[in-house]
């Protein structure tokens, strides 16, 4: 248990669905970020939020639309996505800190793992 | 792009220490150096990181180069339960932080 948590932990979607995949941190901190992880393929930042404002956007397709309500919460939409786009989704939150012990580590969800047929 | 270059795969024996190499030559002054693994059907854990000096916490110890232009992991005795994709990252800053993962090294235990 990491302190954060992502539902739902599978998703099955037809192209044509809307659906949401949600992330909550139970740690205080003061930012989130969405992964998208492929198979073989290393992780790829997809957006961050600080103080629930976007602060990157890692040219994620709009089919991807993130929202972050509060410093707790943080949801991806999908809608009309493609079979390409299956892969695990990882939350991930930290505070950032300049430096010290605990600077900027990240503590990560377990994933949500999209199927698109 | 991820600014770290690791190998892809490395081999220990169970018992024994694991050296895990990473370079990251155009690293910046201000950047952190991090490490994580990511074991199997699981999100990526934190291992270690440090700016300057060698750390050491219970799970690891982490050697910096003096030019800070690579460092190595170091699991002291290995288990079976280490056994899983090591990453070393850069924390980026640029308005905010980043995290770029690389391939990572997949470290395999043998029994």
């Known amino acids: 248990e990491t302190g954060v948590t992502q539902t739902p932990r599978h998703l099955v979607m037809g192209m044509t669905n809307k659906k949401s995949l949600k992330c909550e941190q139970h740690?205080?901190?003061?930012?989130m970020y969405w992964y998208k992880q492929s198979a073989k393929k290393p992780l790829e930042l997809m957006f961050v939020?600080?103080?629930?404002?976007?602060?990157e956007n890692n040219s994620v397709p709009s089919r991807f639309s993130p929202e972050c309500p509060n410093s707790s919460h943080l949801f991806l939409h999908l809608h009309t996505l493609q079979p390409e786009d299956s892969a695990l989704y990882l939350c991930a939150s930290s505070q950032d800190l300049a430096g010290g012990p605990k600077a900027g580590e990240l503590f990560f969800g377990e994933g949500s793992r999209l199927t698109v047929l | 792009d991820a600014k770290t270059t690791q190998p892809n795969s490395m081999e220990s024996n169970e018992e024994e220490p694991v050296h895990l190499p990473c370079n990251h030559s155009?690293?910046?002054?201000?950047?952190?150096i991090h490490w994580y693994r990511q074991l199997p059907s699981q999100g990526p854990e934190y291992v270690i990181h440090?700016?300057?000096s060698n750390v050491n916490n219970r799970m690891a110890s982490l050697a910096i180069a003096e030019d800070r232009k690579s460092s190595t992991l170091i699991l002291h005795r290995a288990t079976l339960r280490d056994a899983a994709v090591y990453y070393c990252i850069l924390r980026d800053y640029s308005g905010t932080y980043k995290y770029i993962f690389g391939t990572g090294t997949r470290l395999k235990v043998l029994a």
């Open positions: 939020y600080n103080f629930k404002e976007q602060t």
């Open positions: 740690l205080g901190h003061n930012a």
């Open positions: 440090g700016l300057t």
């Open positions: 155009t690293i910046s002054g201000t950047d952190y």
